[in-house]
């Protein structure tokens, strides 16, 4: 009898189970094809990241073959699309056009600017990069407050660029005769762990022009107080009778 009772039960969640499947199971088949289709979607979405890379790359290399035959126009048009697609390429090419501008047009101001636009959050190393070259090529034009606060964001941290930024303001401290100042930025600079070896190298030699401290003071000679002079005494002779 318990075989029997067995046999029912089992038969029993058997059509259970086909019920909630007739009833559900076309779920199933919607999670399944929606797996499978993720699955398709996802490589086909990397196939196509992957060729516009690549496109993008062969748009690059194509504008700098023309900055390289000195066509800078031509040059200067791609950059510029290149650019304002603001497609995975564009952050260096501003740089180069930016040299375009530079080298080909001798527009500082013009260079600058397209570097200043590249800027956003400093995340990316070609913007601390643009940056540094901006206020290089804006250097003349700031006073030393001003390039000292376009560069906080750099100064304030540690490593290569900020390493570069300190050479720039202690250098704009020296044009502007502050020897102070930039005697103690390249003897950090000279010290610095993280610096560059070319920014090490220049902080030596800025410091080797620079006058030894001792010529700096002036010294000037002791005051010896003056000694008040009594004023002189007339002899008096007494004169006898004769």
Known sequence: MADIFEEVEEGLRQDRLTGLWKKYGIFAYI?????????????????????????????????????????????ATQLTELIENNIAPSKVAAHYLAGVRLDGNGDAA??????????SDL???TEKLALIKS?????????????????????????????????????????DGDIDFARREFNFLRLA???????VTRAQQALAALPPISAEIETTPAEVPEVPTEPATEETTEETPE
């Open 123 to 125: 995340e990316d190393p």
């Open 31 to 75: 999670a399944a094809a929606l797996l499978i289709g993720g699955v398709a979607f996802n490589e086909y979405r990397q196939v196509q990241a992957a060729n516009t890379v690549e496109e993008n790359a062969s748009r690059l290399e194509a504008a700098l073959v023309e900055v390289d035959a000195r066509n800078y126009e031509s040059a």
């Open 193 to 199: 762990q993280n610096a560059p070896p070319g920014v």
């Open 135 to 175: 206020a290089y090529l804006e250097a003349d034009t700031l006073s030393r407050s001003e390039l000292e606060a376009i560069l906080s964001p750099l100064t304030s941290g540690d490593g290569p660029f900020a390493a570069l930024a300190s050479e720039l303001v202690a250098a704009k401290a020296l044009q």
């Open 110 to 119: 013009a260079a600058a600017e397209v570097l200043s636009a590249s800027i």
